[in-house]
């Protein structure tokens, strides 16, 4: 008995020793903030990021950090992104809002104290314009860009453009020091190869520069000693995490070991315990169904009536409820925060659905939904938002399946317009409605649902009006205009604008939601 | 007759690589892995080719797609142009060179990715078996000696336990309580924000850490290890500790330990030079088994736990579509367990004589 004894002994004091090895260490200290004002700042996200090189970038996390370490000729004052105003440079335009000239400010310099001159600016902008394999290249599709002395840029464009001066205020159009970049490899080409350099070492005039990157797992921030532009920066150091699970996020800001979380749910910040603060909002985004309007593709769902059954069936408030702190109902394909976007969504009409219902040829057959179902947006997941469509759908005589896939498969069905009814996404790439212009029938999300120019004329033709007008005042009722014909009788039913929400440690400030930097680091300020 | 007679008749003295039967049998293995290697590659390339959707779309995103230069430069990059078998012998020629590749998620060379993910996965697994082996081998050899008894039915529930409960929850479950509560874990990811990361010699923070001399960051880092060890080694734990338990059960039966008993063989010179001995080729065999799921394996863990590691990548490389990122994580993975086999393979040898001979 006493060697049994013995050789368990042995057996669970060997265990205790080598679970202790193994567990040796002692939490560090954590919390945030305690005793004297904190001067370093941890940001929890989901990483999108792929490079430090503005030009080359075209991800969230990525306009996020350029953000802080550039600077654009233009900008937007807080979250009002229906201005833009002046940056690194103020502008005026020719009356045909085709010619765009830009005067630096004075006395602005880079990180290592050289002036911002119109060669940086003119090599920045035709870096990006070059590189036709970056993905931010796009941006400067059909811009011109000339010096006009030190300080003057003129741009210019072949039609008018009153979309440029948003496009001027998007981070991967930020201005670099310019002989720094060409020393380490920059041109105006795809021969560029100043990447490498810009992931080590920033080249900007923005109020922090990189300190350290690993585009898998973080990004360190110190403060631009040399800046002198309007930012007041109160942290000296940030940390930018990647932290992909939102439930973490949460529990490291409740727990005091970061002190923002970008990506929480609006479950998730409605459960949020005391010493934090959350700003919500409606994001960019806009959740839509889509209705091919190819006979060969969709069968019924072509019959713009039963977009009109579809439209009017659905219960937009309920569907509203599975979206959470910050959400809007979708008032139509321009989100609330832009140029144009209509003050009043659909209502839930059913005699009008089954009036259009009956018009439209429906048979009772069954109608096949798809959507993404592992590719949440804003915190909305598109399976519990099918589900309670199908419901709603079948109160109203429209018997739907659901095909749920994953993103990367179902996106190639949609892009190519093999998807008769489905749940889709779109947000913008710049802070302009011309970013939803492509609604449009003949256009690119309007040939995803298979319709044409030809079927839609009228609706072409108040895109026109609004893509070229030459006034704001034009501009806006021009895009209103086109976002009321198209909730009309186009083949998408906008449903929901999901929330932005972004949590911090209740001592912090100066948060501002920007649907494409997400928020300005460095309007981040302590109490 | 001894053992290590036994052995110097299994292995007549030769030159070291030169006909003898060892020398032969590495041989042979090594060849054989480099064959299922090549299977490998072949194996992930078409599958990572043959998923449907489209990489182009997943890679570039919504606006650069639509820009014809963009497209054009992209495929003219990465060689989208080509065949898919002659992209396959790019793919291997680039390979021998050490090349595998740009990832289309993060814009980098997905041998640097891979650098620095699978140690992060290495140290957090090794960890991992390391409790595993102690507390599995503790409990199981517990268990058999107390067949029967109470303590042996508490630990068979035990294993049962930590079988079954699933791990993603568990890792939820004890982050609230160690860190949010309790308050004796840090935060998620490998080290503390205000820590910066050693200078890479191995990869891993904690051995990093005591090469520079830097003790603050080696403690950070054991501490950021706690968690996610104490979660991933649960599963292993139940394992390890039923086939501790019936392997040990089935040494015990065995004359030579009824034999060592009753010549007054004890306490833990009977359990570790005997018992222990005679049951560790199972042991073995699941230790293997289980340090290449743990690396394989970890991506819920690595989730929660924003842990930068090979789980991590693989999920977002398979999410994204990205295709050199899922064949770089799939050879990696690939090579791993092959390693592994081997090793245990050539450890059976060490361990019993008689394998030695077979």
């Not at chain 1, 903030?33 to 490079?51: K, M, N, W, Y």
């Not at chain 1, 449009?440 to 120019?453: D, N």
């Not at chain 2, 996965?121 to 008894?149: D, F, H, M, N, P």
């Amino acid at each position: 008995m006493r060697t049994k004894i013995r050789y368990v002994a042995t057996a669970l004091g060997l265990s205790a020793t080598l679970a202790l090895v193994g567990c040796a260490a002692t939490a560090p200290e954590g919390g945030s903030g305690s005793g004297s004002a904190p001067t370093s700042i941890v940001i929890d996200t989901a990483f999108t990021l792929e490079t430090a090189d503005p030009g080359r970038n075209y991800v969230p996390t990525g306009y996020m950090v350029s953000k802080a370490l550039y600077e654009t000729l233009l900008d937007f004052a807080g979250s009002d992104e229906s201005t833009a105003v002046p940056g690194l440079a103020s502008y005026t335009q020719n009356d045909d809002a085709t010619v765009f000239t830009f005067t630096l400010a004075d006395g602005r310099v880079f990180s290592d104290g050289t002036p911002v001159t119109a060669d940086d600016v003119v090599f920045s902008l035709n870096r990006v314009k070059g590189m036709t394999e970056s993905k931010a290249n796009f941006l400067m599709e059909g811009i011109e860009v000339a010096k006009v002395d030190d300080k003057t840029v003129e741009l210019s464009t072949a039609t008018p453009s009153l979309k440029l001066p948003a496009l001027m205020t998007n981070p991967s159009l930020a201005i670099l020091n310019s002989k720094v970049v060409i020393e380490n490899g920059g041109t105006t080409d795809n021969s560029d190869a100043a990447e490498k350099f810009l992931n080590g070492t920033s080249a900007g005039s923005g109020p922090y520069i990189l300190d350290s990157l690993s585009v898998e797992s973080q990004v360190v921030l110190t403060g631009n000693e040399k800046y002198n532009g309007a930012e007041d920066i109160d942290f000296d150091r940030v940390v930018i995490r990647n932290v992909s699970e939102s439930a973490t996020q949460k529990m490291n800001l409740e727990g005091g070991d970061s002190q923002v979380a970008v990506d929480l749910s609006g479950d998730q910040v409605a459960g949020l315990s005391g010493g934090v603060s959350v700003t919500s909002g409606p994001s960019a985004q806009t959740i839509f169904l889509l209705l091919n309007q190819n006979p060969e593709i969709a069968g019924v769902t072509a019959n713009p009536e039963f977009a009109s059954a579809v439209r009017y069936a659905l219960d937009y408030p309920k569907l509203l409820e599975l979206a959470g702190a910050g959400s809007e109902q979708a008032t139509g394909v321009i989100p609330p925060s832009f140029l144009g976007a209509l003050t009043d969504g659909v209502k839930q009409d059913l005699a009008a659905s089954k009036a259009a219902l009956a018009k439209s040829g429906y048979a009772g057959e069954t109608i096949t939904l798809e959507y993404p179902n592992d590719y949440p947006v804003g915190g909305v997941s598109f399976t519990p938002l099918a589900e309670r469509i199908q419901s709603q759908l079948a109160d109203a005589g429209i018997t739907i399946a659901l095909a749920p896939a994953p993103f990367t498969t179902q996106i190639d069905e949609y892009v190519n317009g093999r998807e008769a009814f489905s749940i889709w996404f779109w947000g913008p790439d710049y802070a302009d409605s011309a970013n939803f212009l492509p609604f449009q029938a003949g256009a690119k999300v309007g040939l995803r649902a298979g319709w044409t120019a030809e079927m839609a004329p009228s609706i072409v033709e108040l895109a026109t009006a609004a893509e070229t007008a030459t006034s704001m005042e034009a501009r806006e009722g021009a895009f209103s205009d086109f976002a009321t014909a198209l909730q009309k009788q186009g083949p998408f039913v906008p449903l929901i604008v999901p929330g932005s929400n972004i949590a911090t440690a209740d001592y912090i400030t100066g948060v501002n939601y920007n649907s494409t930097w997400t928020m300005d680091i460095a309007e981040l300020q302590a109490k | 007759m001894g053992k290590n007679t036994r052995a110097t008749r299994a292995y007549p003295a030769r030159s070291p690589l030169s006909g003898s039967p060892l020398a032969g049998y590495v041989l042979r293995r090594l060849g054989m892995s480099v064959l299922l290697l090549f299977g490998v590659t072949l194996v992930t390339f078409s599958l990572a080719n043959l998923v449907p959707g489209n990489p182009i779309v997943a890679a570039l995103g919504e606006g650069a797609a639509s820009n014809p230069a963009t497209v054009a430069a992209y495929i003219e990059k990465h060689g989208l142009d080509q065949p898919l078998p002659v992209q396959y012998l790019n793919y291997l020629v680039n390979l021998f060179q050490g090349d595998l590749g740009v990832s289309l998620r993060t814009a980098q060379p997905v041998a640097s990715d891979l650098a620095k993910a699978v140690p992060a996965t290495i140290e957090v697994a090794i960890g991992a078996i390391i409790v595993s082996l102690a507390v599995g081998v503790a409990l199981g050899s517990l268990a058999a000696y107390r067949r029967g008894k109470i303590s042996d039915q508490l630990v068979r529930v035990l294993s049962l336990i930590g079988l079954s409960i699933p791990t993603f929850w568990m890792a939820l479950v004890s982050f609230n309580l160690f860190f949010l509560q309790l308050r004796i874990a840090p935060g998620s990811g490998r080290l503390s924000p205000i820590l910066s990361p050693p200078p890479t010699v191995t990869g891993l923070y904690t051995v990093d850490a005591l090469l520079a001399g830097q003790w603050t960051t080696f403690m950070d880092a054991m501490a950021h290890l706690m968690l996610p060890v104490f979660v991933l080694s649960l599963f292993t734990i139940g394992l390890l500790t039923r086939f501790v338990r019936t392997s040990v059960l089935e040494v015990l039966d065995a004359d030579y330990i009824r034999a060592g008993r009753a010549k007054g063989l004890s306490g833990p010179r009977m359990l570790f030079g005997y018992t222990l001995r005679g049951a560790s080729l199972p042991i073995l065999t699941i230790v293997g088994l289980a340090f290449g799921s743990l690396l394989s394996g970890t991506v819920l863990v690595e989730a929660v736990f924003a842990w930068p590691g090979l789980g991590s990548y693989a999920y977002n490389s398979a999410t994204s579509l990205d295709l050199p990122g899922v064949m770089g994580v799939g050879l990696v993975v690939g090579a791993i367990y092959l390693g592994i086999n081997f090793a245990v393979d050539l450890l059976y040898g060490v361990l019993d004589p008689r394998v030695r001979l077979a």
